[in-house]
């Protein structure tokens, strides 16, 4: 059998904040991908989901635990797994074309084929025409989009994201998730999606793992049966839909609330 | 009447479109440039006026066309060339040298913490030191030739220098240098083609600061046993109060290093064209 995409085994990350105390960001977490599965992290904000993510790209080093990529131990951020931040990360200097085709530096694609490649995305992610702009003549959703591409184009075994359409306006946001869904099913890949927005997990996602309030631990799983390929408008009126969503609002509710019992000054989000 | 009225409306809207004191806004290039252009005059003019009623004696300040037979003067004899290049000499070597070594040290200081702690104590020490305290032990280290005065610009560039590309270099995104390496991007690779490429026009905006700062130490670097240089004309003529040689070598110190200046400012619009999105 296949070794899943993402395979964490009991996870702990431990911070030394600013007074030399010792925080949990993640404790004991243990979960697994499948090839080509879409798999989202919600939690309270401050949970670790971050981090989390972070670890699995190989860009925190964790205490405890194994992180296997395609069945790979992970020690440090390679091209197995694509990575899109929720800060705008394209290269100011290049142009949406050079952005995308940068990634590929290490590919041992002759240069023809990473050209094809590109302009492949390009069409993928609706940019045609913008393939010379640069960043800053992008709107964001269209600098997120651009990143997903480079995060993909590099045929990563995983998809990490970190919260991407978070700093988008709602109509974006709306956008990015239907094209999102969109090329998910044009390059059925694994993706492991951090976010706090409870709709926007259950649109995207094939199963949804709630995190705890620090120390991060998994509450609950939540496979979404939802049919796929999902339609935006349909989805969010359906009474499917609906449950899930008001489910897990509940299960984020009651991490809120215990999180506001805990005394301010450890409460660092 | 009707026709006087919609002129007079016709004219309130078009200066309704801008106000010159609005705060932060801008205005037309034309007035922006032309009130630059404005300014000079007035000072001329003022000095002309000061100078001309005898208001001020031309021991202290003389006026304008002093000056000028001055220029004419030294430029006939060739005094004004030979100072001008030999200044432009030691400013270009002392500038060169200080870039030379602060731009791979402030690149491992911006990356590296280790080099950071190591090094910046010192730096920081030795930056608040005038440049003219070092006169005495650099004519012991350096004698009283060319290098003396090369060492003192270095001195005088080189420690701001070196902070300022650390800080240059630590202005790249933290993002920036993670999405890079999950491009499966070496560090030496992610060094090169990411945080120098971004670092660049504010290395770039460094070397001009630093230039500027080099002319504004000439004097001092010329201060003693010099036979030539415009700091050099500007210490002898005080000995014989000869103001208008002062004044003359002033002026040719700024108009150069205007210059200096404007030729970065230039480069820099057409080496990075990709900061306002052209290509």
Redesign the interface.
């Known amino acids: 059998m296949d070794s899943p995409a993402l395979e964490i085994s009991q996870l702990s990350i431990k911070f030394k904040s600013n007074n030399q105390k010792e925080i949990t960001a993640v404790e004991n977490v243990s979960l697994n991908i499948n090839s080509n599965e879409f798999v989202s992290i919600i939690g309270p904000s401050g949970c670790g989901k971050s981090t989390l993510l972070r670890a699995a790209a190989g860009l925190e080093r964790p205490q405890f635990g194994k992180i296997r990529v395609d069945g790979h131990m992970v020690t440090h951020p390679g091209a197995d797994r694509g990575m899109v931040f929720q800060t705008y990360t394209l290269f100011p200097w290049l142009t949406t074309y050079e952005n995308i085709l940068f990634s590929l530096k290490k590919s041992p694609l002759s240069t023809p084929e990473k050209e094809a490649l590109v302009y492949h995305y390009i069409q993928m992610i609706g940019l045609e025409g913008f393939e010379n702009a640069y960043p800053n003549q992008l709107s964001g959703g269209m600098r997120q989009r651009v990143a997903i591409a480079r995060a993909l184009v590099y045929q990563p075994k995983i998809l990490l994201m970190d919260e991407p359409f978070g700093a988008l306006d709602a109509q974006t946001r709306m956008s990015m998730q239907e094209l999102l869904l969109d090329v998910w099913e044009q390059q059925r890949l694994a993706v492991l999606f951090v976010t706090h927005d409870v709709e926007e997990a259950v649109i995207l996602s094939d199963r949804i793992y709630v995190m705890s309030n620090r120390p991060g631990r998994i509450k609950t799983v939540i496979d979404v049966e939802l049919p796929r390929p999902r339609g935006l408008i349909d989805l969010e009126s359906s009474p499917a839909f609906l449950s899930y969503k008001r489910n897990l609002l509940d299960l984020i509710r009651q991490e809120s609330n215990f999180y506001q019992k805990i005394p301010l000054s450890e409460n660092i989000a | 009447m009707d026709q006087i009225l919609s002129v007079k409306e016709k004219e309130s809207s078009e200066s309704a479109s801008y106000r010159l004191l609005d705060l932060r806004s801008d205005i037309p290039s034309r007035i922006y440039w032309s009130a630059g252009g404005l300014f000079f005059i007035f000072i001329f003019i003022l000095w002309l006026f000061l100078t001309s009623l005898k208001i001020v004696s031309p021991l202290f300040l003389p006026g304008p066309e002093a000056v000028w037979d001055e220029f004419l003067r030294q430029l006939h004899e060739g005094i004004l060339l030979q100072d001008a290049s030999a200044s432009l000499y030691r400013i270009m070597l002392g500038w060169i040298i200080s870039t030379i070594i602060a731009v791979p040290i402030g690149i491992l200081m911006g990356n590296f913490k280790l080099f950071e702690g190591m090094l910046e104590p010192f730096i920081d020490l030795i930056r608040y030191m005038p440049a003219v305290a070092f006169v005495p032990l650099t004519i012991l280290w350096a004698g009283v030739g060319n290098s003396q005065k090369i060492l003192i610009l270095f001195i005088g560039t080189f420690f701001q220098e070196v902070l300022m590309i650390m800080d240059n270099v630590k202005s790249v995104?933290r993002?920036?240098i993670?999405?890079s390496?999950?491009?499966?991007?070496s560090r030496f690779?992610i060094l090169r083609?990411?945080i120098l490429?971004?670092a660049m026009p504010g290395i770039w905006d460094t070397f001009r600061i630093t230039l500027g700062w080099a002319w504004t130490y000439l004097v001092v670097a010329e201060l003693v046993a010099a036979s030539s240089g415009l700091g050099y004309r500007i210490m002898k003529a005080q000995r014989f109060l000869q103001t208008e040689s002062i004044i003359l070598g002033i002026l040719m110190i700024g108009l150069m290093g205007l210059i200096t200046d404007m030729i970065f400012k230039f480069t820099y619009r057409k080496l990075?064209r990709?900061?306002?999105?052209?290509?």
């Open positions: 995104p993002e920036l993670e999405v390496s999950t491009f499966g991007l690779e083609d990411v490429r971004y990075f990709w900061l306002d999105g052209k290509g």
